[in-house]
Each structure stands twice: as structure tokens, then as C-alpha cells.
């Protein structure tokens, strides 16, 4: 048994449960989401000082249009609230923070922000914070395509010479490694459109907790389970033990 804790270099977390927290408590939705922004904090914290590369949250999906305008309103305030306020602490705190996500569907000043806060903390050599907002897997691919076909349009690019490769490197995440881990909080088992390229090979953890209660000891549960698996890739256990014996680990 190989009981000692692996830390994933990326974490992607879909970001669950915040309306069903308020509901429960007889509070507005939105009550949900403001608590959800603190487990946000919480949980950044958290995978700095565990030393994890990468961390994607799911904040917005190209779906969430889809609610009453009054929630995305909301959301959309609370963003720019968190932007404003967060901006000097990650930056302390070496955290560098990446928006993924077609952002031009937002007013200008939350575009405006954005871009602010980012340049603020481009210099940070920690964690990578990538937040998905109004993000979309299928969107996401979708644009790759794009950017290739347009490549090919004016000659830069051949039409046989695309590979896996070509299509990662004109993805939204193009030059981050693929998620190691995945967490979903609020006990649904689906990806909703989240990284869909990137977690071909990832490993999925799924938790009832909601996420306004999701903490730093829930995390280590997941990154503890994840630990516990043998991650295959398509080749056999023994051959992943041999090739973990040959080099010494
Ligand atoms: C996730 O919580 C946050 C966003 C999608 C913005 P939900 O708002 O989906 O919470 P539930 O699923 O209704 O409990
Ligand atoms: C996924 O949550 C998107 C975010 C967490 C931002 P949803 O609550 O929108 O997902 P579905 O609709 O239940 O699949
Ligand atoms: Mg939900």
C-alpha cells in the first residue's frame, strides 16, 4: 500500500450547490453565492500553501445566461465586488489570476477589471487561478477550431499537420497543464460542460458537500482519494509498477 498524499498539480472544481445552501436556510440564492465566494478564498489559500500548480474554478458557464436575469445580475456584481477586493491579496500572496472564458459578453467595466487584475497579479510565480467565466467546453473547442481553420485560410498551416497538440495550443488553457483532479461539490455527477478536452484523462471526485461548505479538510479528502488511484493512462497496473519501480519511486 503506497499511503503517501500526491498533490495534483492541477485541481479543477466545478463550484456546486450555493442556491440549495441558501435554500436551505431559507436565504435568497444569492446569499449562497456570497458565501461561496469565501470558500473561494478558503480554498486558494488552501492549495498555496499545498504548493498545487493550477487551480480552475467554474464560476460562470455559458449556460448560466440562462437564469433569471435578477441571479445574473447578481453574480456579475459579486465578481466585480470580488475582483476589487481580492486583487491586493493575491498578488501578496503570489497567486496569479487568469479569466478563461469569452469575456466580451460582459459590460466593459467588468471587462475592464478583469484585464486590470489580471496585469496586477501577471507577475505572481505561485498558484495559477484560472477562473471559467461564462465558459464553455464546446465553446471552447469550438474557438480552436476557428483560430485553425484561420490558420489555414492564410496558408500558416496545413490541414494534415493539425494534431492533439495544435488543437490544446489554441484552447483557452493553451500552456496549462491538463487537470490531475476533478471536484465537483453539491452531489450532482456530471461535468456541465466544463474542461471536456482537457479532463480526457482525469481523475473525477464527485461530493455531496455544498460548496459554501466545502473547506480546506474536505479538499485534502479529495486530493487523499485521488492519491489512493492508480492513474492508467491505457496501459496495464503492472506496467504502471514496473515503470514506478524502475524509477526509483
Ligand atoms: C453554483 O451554484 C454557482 C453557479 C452556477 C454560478 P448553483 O447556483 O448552481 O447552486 P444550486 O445548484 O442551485 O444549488
Ligand atoms: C455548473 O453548475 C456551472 C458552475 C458551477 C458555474 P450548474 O449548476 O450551472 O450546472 P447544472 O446546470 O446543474 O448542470
Ligand atoms: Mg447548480
Known amino acids: 500500500m503506497n499511503d503517501e498524499i500526491k498533490i495534483p498539480t492541477h ?9 440549495r445552501w441558501a435554500k436551505a436556510r431559507q436565504r435568497p440564492r444569492f446569499m449562497g453565492h456570497k458565501k ?9 489559500k488552501a492549495c498555496s500553501s499545498l504548493k498545487v500548480e493550477c487551480l480552475s474554478l467554474f464560476a460562470f458557464s455559458s449556460e448560466n445566461w440562462k437564469r433569471p436575469e435578477e ?9 466585480m465586488m470580488a475582483l476589487d477586493r481580492e486583487a491586493k491579496a493575491l498578488a501578496r500572496n503570489n497567486v496569479r489570476l ?22 496586477y497579479t501577471a507577475k505572481s510565480t505561485g498558484l495559477r487561478l484560472i477562473i471559467a467565466a461564462n465558459y464553455g467546453g464546446r465553446w471552447d473547442i469550438t474557438e480552436s477550431a476557428k483560430k485553425l481553420a484561420r490558420k489555414i485560410q492564410s496558408k500558416q498551416l496545413d490541414t494534415d499537420s493539425i494534431t492533439e497538440e495544435s488543437i490544446s495550443n489554441h484552447l483557452a488553457t493553451r500552456g496549462i497543464p ?6 465537483r461539490t453539491g452531489g450532482e455527477k456530471r461535468i456541465s460542460n466544463f ?9 473525477l471526485y464527485f461530493t455531496d458537500v455544498l460548496w459554501p461548505d466545502f473547506n480546506p479538510e474536505e479538499l485534502n479528502k ?3 482519494d485521488y492519491s489512493s488511484r492508480q492513474r492508467r493512462f491505457g496501459k496495464t497496473g503492472e506496467q504502471v509498477i514496473a515503470e514506478k519501480s524502475s524509477k526509483g519511486d
Do not use: C, H
Open 222 to 224: 479529495a486530493i487523499a
Open 195 to 203: 474542461l471536456i478536452w482537457q479532463m480526457a484523462y482525469t481523475e
Open 11 to 19: 485541481i479543477a472544481i466545478v463550484m456546486d450547490g450555493n442556491g
Open 98 to 119: 487568469e479569466i478563461i472564458g469569452d469575456i466580451s459578453q460582459f459590460s466593459e467595466k467588468l471587462q475592464k477589471k478583469i484585464k486590470k487584475v489580471e496585469n
Open 178 to 183: 491538463d487537470p490531475d483532479l476533478f471536484i
Open 36 to 44: 461561496g465566494v469565501e470558500t473561494v478564498r478558503e480554498i486558494v
Open 71 to 79: 441571479e445574473v445580475k447578481n453574480i456579475m456584481g459579486l465578481f
